[in-house]
């Protein structure tokens, strides 16, 4: 007796079909699987075994050999656990109906429950768009499937239920599709509760409209960690298609919200500064995403960037610049998605004072630079904005005076990236941090007054050829929030304001 079954493999975000066939024929009793399986697939043997004597099923008592098609292509993980039971079922006659339109994703306890696996978004969608028409998924991962329009989701608690349910006993009834709530789609953190800082808050407003990175410099207390938190709240509402990439990412990395399963706001991240390299980037022996593509359409804040171990900070500067991590195995390499604003925070100096208004900084110029120097030069080169946070006033702290809303401020920033949109419309270019240098002269154009004053600058400062690549892009920026064309006086004046460490701190000291 043949049979074949729809499967679903996984390797890293990509799903692919996978055919589970079976072979059973009269002759001694024995149970193989075929088809580049790993050891974790060749271990199904034992729990499917197990969890048909649990679930009060017979066993065959024949020669059954599984094939997983296509056979050469690696079979990893526990996922094929489910199709292959199915399978057999289906050759032993239990299934009287046709199932050539439905796919099954499960692992089995030797109990016969079936447990809840890693990567149902991504394998689910997949499913939909080769048409099939129905997902069997173990019950804990039916609301995520059910994200998935177009497609009927089944979940599934233990083998003895999709028995029953595929023998026309006792039906499941699928899973309704899940729509985000209309409060989902709002950030808990609002721009609204910092008071005063407007010099902070506007910076960030024009970091957030050209999707530029920022790090901000500033006393213990001072509130960057405030304000980088509020960062999502004004960047723009994610699109479908950014929510379930980033969703596809969660999926893998098994942490899909039980009560949201679809992420609708941007994420925050915020690793430790004691974080290793495969926690920031991914890893692993099956290669998990990191918390860099954890941040996917979102911001990734290293706060204290100075206490990061520097190594696993280099290793970031690739992911940044490319959007996308690859992660190589023996078994071949996967790569992640990562298009983050990367935010970073620290102290000035060791004790945090230097440069304070009224605290008096206790460290010494050496331990000043010193500290400042954990930071490599390029990586400092993927922050186009330095921004210094001052301590909140105390008249700003107690005063009753109602700050502007996130909401009003993303408002602002949509248009701003409305302005990006159309004139990056085919290039491929996401927003003015992502401008290249071959357009960067055409797409920046100064007025004679801007062009002036940029030159002035650049010899008094003595900028690097880099910085002013990254003042000319944070200037664009702050045009298109004014609306203008070309970029003019105020608006380099204003680019160089946030360019903290090229005046201050670093470089011409
Ligand atoms: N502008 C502000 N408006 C209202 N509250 C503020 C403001 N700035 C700071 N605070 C209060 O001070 C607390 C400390 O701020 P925060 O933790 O963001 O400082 P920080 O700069 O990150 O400090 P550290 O360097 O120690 O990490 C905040 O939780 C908040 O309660
Ligand atoms: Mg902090």
Same mark, same amino acid.
């Given at each position: ?46 729990? %499917? ?18 094939? $997983? ?9 526990? &996922?094929?656990? +489910? ?89 499941? =009834? ?9 409060? =989902? ?21 024009? !970091? ?10 500033? !006393?213990?207390?001072?509130?960057? =960690? ?10 723009? &509402? ?13 999926? %893998? ?26 926690? $920031? ?10 918390? %860099? ?5 979102? +911001? ?5 960037? !100075? ?30 998605? @990562? ?39 390029? $990586?400092?080169?993927?922050? /186009? ?15 009753? %005076? ?24 085919? &290039? ?15 797409? @920046? ?23 002013? /690549? ?6 664009? &920026?702050?045009?298109?929030? /004014?609306?203008?064309?070309?970029? /003019? ?21």
């Amino acid at each position: 007796m043949f049979c074949r079954i729809n499967g679903i493999g996984l390797n890293g975000l990509n799903a692919y079909p996978v055919d589970v066939e079976v072979e059973m024929s009269r002759g001694l009793e024995r149970f193989d699987i075929v088809g580049l399986a790993d050891a974790a697939v060749r271990e199904s043997r034992e729990r %499917i075994k197990s969890a048909f004597r649990s679930s009060g099923i017979k066993f065959p008592g024949a020669s059954t050999v599984i094939n $997983l098609a296509p056979a050469d292509v690696k079979k990893s993980g526990s &996922t094929h656990d +489910l199709p292959i039971a199915v399978a057999i079922l289906d050759a032993l006659g239990e299934i009287p109906s046709d199932i050539g339109d439905a796919a099954f994703v499960g692992e089995l306890s030797l109990g016969g429950e079936v447990r809840s696996v890693n990567g149902v978004l991504p394998m689910t969608i997949m499913a939909q768009k080769n048409g099939v028409k129905r997902i069997f998924v173990p019950k804990d991962n039916a609301f995520e499937a059910s994200v998935v329009a177009g497609i009927e989701v089944y979940g599934v608690g233990t083998l003895a239920e999709l028995h029953r349910h595929l023998g026309g006993i006792t039906p499941i =009834s699928p899973t309704p599709q899940y729509v985000p709530k209309p409060d =989902s789609y709002s950030d808990r953190l609002d721009f609204s509760d910092v008071k005063g800082q407007a010099f902070a808050k506007r910076a960030l407003e024009v !970091a957030a409209c050209g999707g530029h990175n920022v790090i901000m410099i500033g !006393a213990p207390g001072s509130g960057k =960690s405030m304000l980088a938190k509020r960062i999502p709240s004004i960047l723009p &509402t994610m699109t479908f298609e950014e929510s379930i990439e980033t969703t596809n990412v969660y999926s %893998i990395a098994g942490m899909i919200d039980k009560d949201e399963p679809l992420i609708v706001r941007r994420p925050f991240r915020s690793p430790h500064h004691t974080v290793s390299t495969a926690g $920031l980037t991914g890893g692993g022996s099956v290669p998990k995403p990191g918390e %860099i593509s954890l941040a996917h359409n979102g +911001l990734l804040f290293l706060d204290e960037l !100075a206490e990061f171990n520097r190594q696993t900070l280099e290793v970031l500067r690739q992911p940044v610049e490319d959007q996308k991590v690859t992660i190589s195995r023996a078994a071949g390499s996967v790569s992640y998605p @990562c298009s983050v604003m990367l935010v970073a925070a620290m102290n000035p100096c060791p004790c945090g004072y230097y440069g304070h208004p009224t605290k008096k900084c206790v460290c010494t110029q050496r331990q000043v630079s010193q500290y400042l120097s954990k930071i490599s030069g390029p $990586l400092l080169d993927r922050f /186009d904005l330095h921004i210094e946070i001052a301590p909140v006033a105390y008249e700003n702290l107690s005063s009753d %005076i109602k700050e502007e809303p996130s909401a009003v401020i993303r408002e602002r920033v949509q248009r701003a990236r409305e302005i990006q949109n159309e004139r990056f419309s085919g &290039t491929g270019i996401s927003c003015n941090a992502r401008i290249t240098p071959d357009i960067l002269r055409d797409v @920046c154009r100064l007025t004679d007054g801007a062009n002036a004053l940029l030159k002035d600058v650049f010899d008094r400062l003595g900028l690097s050829a880099r910085a002013y /690549d990254k003042i000319l892009k944070v200037a664009r &920026t702050v045009a298109d929030m /004014d609306g203008a064309a070309d970029i /003019d006086r105020q608006h380099i004046s204003q680019a160089v304001r946030y360019r903290t460490l090229d005046r201050k701190f670093w470089v011409n000291e």
